[in-house]
Each structure stands twice: as C-alpha cells, then as structure tokens.
C-alpha cells in the first residue's frame, strides 16, 4: 500500500491552486516559491515533501526543529516563521538558512552578533504586524522603513524581504487590505533600496488564503496543512 498517496495528491492540489490564483491576476506560477511549514511533523514526512519538488521547508519553533534535524538536515533550506525568543538565536542562527521573523530591531542586532561569531551571512525578513493584533508579533507599518534603514547596514544580514501573517478573519475584504498594504511597503522599500537586489521576497499567505496572497502581490507562501494533513498533536 502506498502511504504516501494522499500527501501526494495534497501537493498536487496545492501546486494547482497556486497555479490557477497566480493564472488569475496574470502572473506565472514559477514566480512563487512554496515554503512547505512542518510544525510538528516528523523528518520522514518532511522527506518526503522534499521528493515532491518541495525544498524550502518552515519550522515554527526552534527547539523542535533542533531535533528533528539533530542528526542531519535534509537537502533543503529551512526556514525560521515563527516567533524568536532572545534566548534562542545562537541555536537559531546555527540552523536555518532564513528567518523570516525578525520582529525588532534589537532581534535583528542578536541575530547579526550571532552570524558574526559564526562567520556567515544570515537571509532575514522584517515581519510586519499589518492588522495590528496584539497576539502577533511584529513591527507596525509605521516603523517598518526605518527599521529596513537600520537592519539593511548589518554587516552580517542579508535583508530580503518582508514577511506578514493575514488577519485572523474569513472576511477576503479585509485580508486583501492587509496583504494590499504590506505589498506596498515593500515596494517602498525596494524603491528606497535600489541598491540592494538581494530585497525581493514578499512572504504571504498560508494555508487558508494564499490565493489572496498571491492576488496581492506575494512571491512567497507558507503553506502547512494543505500539504501535510493535520497537524501532529
């Protein structure tokens, strides 16, 4: 019996999804990269959606991530989506190729002593708290070009991106203005750094409104459950 069946067929409804959306505002669907999210599943299904095709792989928690790949790491790039606590960068830094949840200026200062000491440039996106939730962490559009300002002079980051989470609503109206927003932040951004070609990931999107992400501009998508099935408890 072939077990990996239904995640298969997960993957292909995705990747036609992310075709049809990307079809619908024209645009191709090689513009966007796939960030497969494996909170809380195992490394042999991670495996396996890396025989899929898909590569770039989103962990939510450091120390589960530590050991899941404490043995090795999978052909891939990880990359850190979730919340970075202070006391977690020297493991963080270590491990991922990504994090696209630097929320402070200060995060962005640990992060960049950290890669310094290893002797690496760290990819990093600046997180932003478009809706303005309290539960989210992130910076408010306010501050965002400064703290770009900031971040972008790091000796040892390289700046990529932006990275929101959309609000926690069913309303496509007000999903689309938040992704609407962040998008041209971005583009702000890239204006004011024309300079710097690494600044051209816009990561939108997961599991319940890429298709909305996509329409806005995203190049990027997190995408868990659509792919891995529930996730592990």
Do not use: W
């Not at 990504?98 to 995060?107: E, F, K, W």
């Not at 806005?216 to 659509?226: D, L, P, Q, V, W």
């Amino acid at each position: 019996m072939d077990t990996t069946a239904p995640l298969r067929q997960r993957c292909e409804r995705v990747r036609a999804q992310v075709e049809k959306a990307a079809r619908a505002c024209g645009r191709q669907a090689e513009e966007i990269t796939i960030v497969a999210v494996a909170k809380t599943h195992s490394l042999a299904e991670v495996e396996q959606v890396i025989k899929l095709g898909f590569t770039e792989i989103g962990e939510s928690r450091v120390q589960e991530a530590a050991q899941k790949y404490s043995d090795s790491k999978p052909a891939c790039r990880l990359h850190m989506i979730g919340h970075l606590q202070s006391n977690k960068v020297r493991k963080a830094v270590g491990l991922f190729d990504v994090i696209q949840s630097v929320d402070s200026v200060r995060l962005a200062e640990l992060i960049d002593a950290e890669a310094a000491r290893l002797r690496k440039r760290c990819q990093v996106l600046l997180q932003v708290n478009a809706s303005g939730e309290s539960q989210k962490s992130g910076f408010n559009p306010q501050e965002i070009m400064a703290a770009a300002d900031r971040v972008s002079k790091m000796e040892h980051l390289e700046l990529s991106g932006l990275m929101t989470i959309g609000p926690l609503t069913s309303d496509p109206d007000l999903i689309r203005s938040v992704y609407n927003m962040v998008r041209k932040l971005f583009g702000e951004i890239k204006s004011a750094h024309r300079e710097r070609e690494s600044f051209n990931i816009l990561s939108m999107g997961m599991s319940d409104d890429y298709e909305l992400a996509i329409e806005a501009g995203a190049n990027m998508i997190r995408i868990g459950r659509a792919l891995f099935g529930p996730r592990a408890t």
